[in-house]
């Protein structure tokens, strides 16, 4: 399974930006999809998950309001719309998926066994 993580840039505090995550090599129907977060010096951390049954999502505290995460199966590509960026939300952004994710183990990225590379969002104050 392939995860390719795009869609990152250098952005105005305020403005949005939509990443994108399109898998190959699996039916994105039966993944759990997940978007992660490292800034530099700092431990990644969830931003927002996906189930693959019934499309329920998550959303980190600092991100809710702000931050919608989608998915479109028939493009095998999951989305995270982000608006009103902030500067705290610099960091290198992942997708990960996995197909046998139990609820309780969503927000954990030691929970999913595939992984793109990362996008760099930048946002200046």
């Known amino acids: 399974v392939q995860l390719q993580a795009s869609g990152g840039g250098s952005v105005q505090a305020g403005d949005s930006l939509r990443l994108s995550c399109a898998v190959a090599?699996?039916?994105?129907?039966?993944?759990?999809v997940g978007w992660f977060r490292q800034a530099p010096g700092k431990e990644r951390e969830v931003v927002a998950t996906?189930?693959?049954?019934?499309?329920?999502?998550y959303y980190t505290d600092s991100v809710k309001g702000r931050f919608t995460i989608s998915r479109d199966n028939a493009k095998n590509t999951v989305y995270l719309q982000m608006n009103s960026l902030k500067p705290e939300d610099t960091a290198v952004y992942y997708c990960?998926?996995?197909?046998?994710?139990?609820?309780?183990?969503?927000?954990?990225?030691?929970?999913?066994?595939?992984w793109g590379q990362g996008t760099h969002v930048t946002v200046s104050s």
């Open positions: 990960a998926g996995d197909s046998q994710l139990i609820l309780s183990e969503r927000t954990n990225a030691r929970s999913y066994h595939y």
């Open positions: 996906i189930r693959r049954t019934g499309g329920s999502t």
């Open positions: 090599g699996r039916t994105l129907s039966r993944l759990d």
